[in-house]
């Protein structure tokens, strides 16, 4: 398994940008499909953005779309996630997510890795 460690996060207001990163150690980082996750309080884990081993695909959630752009640099084995136009409700811990198995299996949340979690906090 890959270890994930996520960091970036922060308290922004409504309209700000974030940049969050996740650092992964441990195994090939190029072999990975990566995704980042978001749980809010008193909500379920839920998908936010994935990309494929080389970059070529990436899929977004709808919630997301147009504002928010992962990416990764495979060289310092690190998966990012441009945050911008942030909104209240995007207020939650994000987590980063890593697997072998393919992009869908990490948009599905079937993954073998996991981060520990970054909060973001967006005031009104």
């Known amino acids: 398994q890959v270890q994930l460690v996520e960091s970036g996060g922060g308290l922004v207001q409504a309209g700000d940008s974030l940049r969050l990163s996740c650092a992964a150690s441990g195994r090939t980082f190029s072999i990975y499909d990566m995704g980042w996750f978001r749980q809010a309080p008193g909500k379920e884990r839920e998908f936010v953005a994935a990309i494929s081993t080389s970059g070529g695909t990436r899929r977004y959630a709808d919630s997301v779309k147009g504002r928010f752009t992962i990416s990764r640099d495979n060289a310092k084995s690190t998966v990012y996630l441009q945050m911008n136009s942030l909104k209240f409700e995007d207020t939650a811990v994000y987590y980063c997510?890593?697997?072998?198995?393919?992009?869908?299996?990490?948009?599905?949340?079937?993954?073998?890795?996991w981060g520990q979690g970054t909060q973001v906090t967006v005031s009104p």
């Open positions: 997510a890593a697997d072998d198995g393919g992009i869908y299996q990490v948009i599905a949340g079937k993954v073998a890795s």
